[in-house]
C-alpha cells in the first residue's frame, strides 16, 4: 500500500515537474491560515549606524579572508562598537570595519589600511571576515 502512495502515479501533477509545489499552490494545513508577509528591515538596523555601501550582490561573492576569520574566531579582530558601520549587501546588513579606523580593534595590525571589511557573526566561533572594497575618498 505504501508503495502505491510513493508512486509517480499517486501524484501526477508533481511527478511531471520533478518536485513539490512551492509559493501560493504548496500544501497548506486544514484551518491554519496563510503565512503573514513580514515587513522589509530598514537599511540602518540600529540608530547611530553609518551606511558605507549598498550593492545587489550578496555577501559570500565576496573574498573571505582566512586570516582575519581566524583572528574574528579568537576575538582579536573586531568592531569596538557593534554595529556602528555596515554594509548592506544583496538585502542583508552586515557590520563593517575599516583597516586602521579607530572603531577596529585589530592588535596585530593586519588590517590594510583604508579597506572596508564586512564582519558577518562576530563574538562567535562562526565569524566570517570578507575583503569588500577599499574607502573612497571623502568618506
Given at each position: ?37 513580514l515587513p ?47 554594509v548592506r ?51
Amino acid at each position: 500500500m505504501l508503495t502505491v502512495l510513493l508512486c509517480d502515479g499517486a501524484y501526477p501533477a508533481f511527478a511531471a515537474e520533478g518536485h513539490l509545489p512551492v509559493g501560493p499552490e504548496r500544501a497548506q494545513l486544514r484551518g491554519a491560515p496563510p503565512a503573514p508577509s513580514l515587513p522589509r528591515r530598514p537599511v540602518n538596523p540600529r540608530q547611530g549606524s553609518h551606511l558605507l555601501l549598498e550593492d545587489d550582490r550578496r555577501l559570500d561573492r565576496f573574498d573571505l579572508d582566512y586570516g582575519l576569520t581566524e583572528l574574528c574566531r579568537l576575538g582579536r579582530f573586531r568592531q569596538k562598537r557593534d554595529r556602528f558601520l555596515i554594509v548592506r549587501l544583496g538585502g542583508y546588513t552586515h557590520g563593517a570595519v575599516v583597516g586602521g579606523h579607530w572603531a577596529l580593534y585589530d592588535p596585530e595590525g593586519l588590517a590594510v589600511p583604508d579597506l572596508v571589511y564586512a564582519v558577518r557573526g562576530q563574538d562567535t566561533a562562526r565569524c566570517r571576515v570578507y575583503v569588500i572594497r577599499h574607502l573612497e575618498p571623502g568618506l
